[in-house]
């Protein structure tokens, strides 16, 4: 069982399963469909009435099928009260809508599946999610960023060689910081310069990557790995300072540590996926490429960039145009 079902009833727990192995979410997801679905339980007054003090037996398992009962009665009435409760205490429209999508998501598994006679969230109205245009660094930036990378690793230091090739990888692949510190060994391809990576939905891609990238990827096999592996090591691509996988918190403070020492703005990892993006499109690459490079599911998602892009050519046009 785990750790999400623990604590769930059948209802939950069954969605769960659906979430897991039919449409093939990361548990980071799973984790936030259920918290959200909880979340919408507990204002629906999900502890009204239960025991409490020495005579309260009842215990998770209890809790957890008035969890499920209470979301099984839900009404339309109910789910719109609920976004309504969370739009004014001033939660983002990009987390009412993530909210909203848990809840669609679970009635329309539950009417399917004969949990409920209908479906309540069938007509629900969600905020959509804030457009916001991703933060890239100029071509400028991400060079001097990676040249100082580099630079740290010329001391040898086997951390300093894994940031170097992991800051390279994300950068030349646009590689997400989970799917990075996920990479065996085996995934790589040095004659093809090609990575294979799982991303979202255990879907299966493979990225190419440059020159540079496979230097610091060599580099960091031949003298880096090497000095931190431990018996119980097995194929990760790149390791821990005791040995093990990466965790990605790792590799986002090594961003952060390799930004302040460039002298560049701080950005997370998934700023230098946001900046092979853009640069790809600037450079002339389609936004079909892109979005098999970027492994988005949605070609809509990818288009985000396009705007980075328009936005970038708008500002230099004000500057140097005579007539702007």
Same mark, same amino acid.
């Given at each position: ?45 999900? &502890?009204? *009435? ?5 005579? /309260?037996?009842?215990?998770?398992? !209890? @809790? $957890? +099928?008035? %969890? ?43 009417? &399917?599946? *004969? ?5 309540? /969230?069938?007509?629900?109205?969600? !905020? @959509? $999610? +804030?457009? %916001? ?59 093809? @310069? ?131």
């Amino acid at each position: 069982m785990s750790p999400t079902s623990a604590a769930s009833g059948e209802l939950l727990t069954s969605f769960e399963g659906y979430l897991r192995h039919q449409r093939g979410l990361s548990q980071h997801t799973v984790r936030a469909y259920l918290g959200d679905l909880r979340a919408l339980a507990a204002h629906l007054g999900v &502890d009204k *009435g239960a025991a409490s003090g020495p005579d /309260a037996t009842t215990g998770s398992a !209890a @809790r $957890a +099928a008035r %969890t499920d009962a209470v979301l099984a009665a839900a009404t339309l009435a109910d789910l719109r009260g609920w976004l309504g409760s969370m739009a004014a205490a001033g939660l983002s429209r990009t987390s009412l809508a993530r909210r909203g999508a848990s809840v669609r998501a679970f009635y329309s598994w539950a009417a &399917d599946t *004969g949990r409920v006679e209908s479906d309540p /969230a069938a007509r629900l109205a969600s !905020a @959509r $999610a +804030a457009t %916001t245009l991703p933060t890239v660094l100029s071509a400028e930036d991400a060079a001097r960023l990676l040249d100082v990378a580099r630079t740290r690793a010329d001391d040898g230091d086997p951390l300093h060689l894994r940031d170097w090739a992991a800051l390279e990888l994300i950068y030349a692949s646009g590689l997400r910081v989970g799917e990075v510190a996920a990479l065996d060994v085996t995934h790589l391809d040095f004659a093809d @310069r090609l990575v294979r990576v799982l991303g979202k939905g255990g879907k299966e891609r493979m990225v190419p990557f440059g020159a540079p990238a496979a230097q610091a990827l060599d580099t960091w096999l031949e003298r880096g790995r090497p000095a931190l592996v431990v018996p119980t090591t097995g194929t990760a691509l790149f390791l821990g300072g005791r040995g093990r996988r990466v965790d990605p918190r790792q590799l986002r403070e090594a961003v952060h540590r390799v930004c302040r020492a460039a002298e560049v703005e701080d950005v997370a990892p998934h700023a230098l996926r946001h900046s092979a993006a853009t640069h790809l499109l600037a450079g002339g690459s389609d936004l079909r490429s892109v979005q098999e490079v970027l492994g988005h599911a949605s070609l809509a998602t990818t288009q985000r960039y396009t705007h980075v892009s328009a936005e970038r050519l708008r500002a230099a046009y004000h500057l140097a145009h005579p007539r702007a």
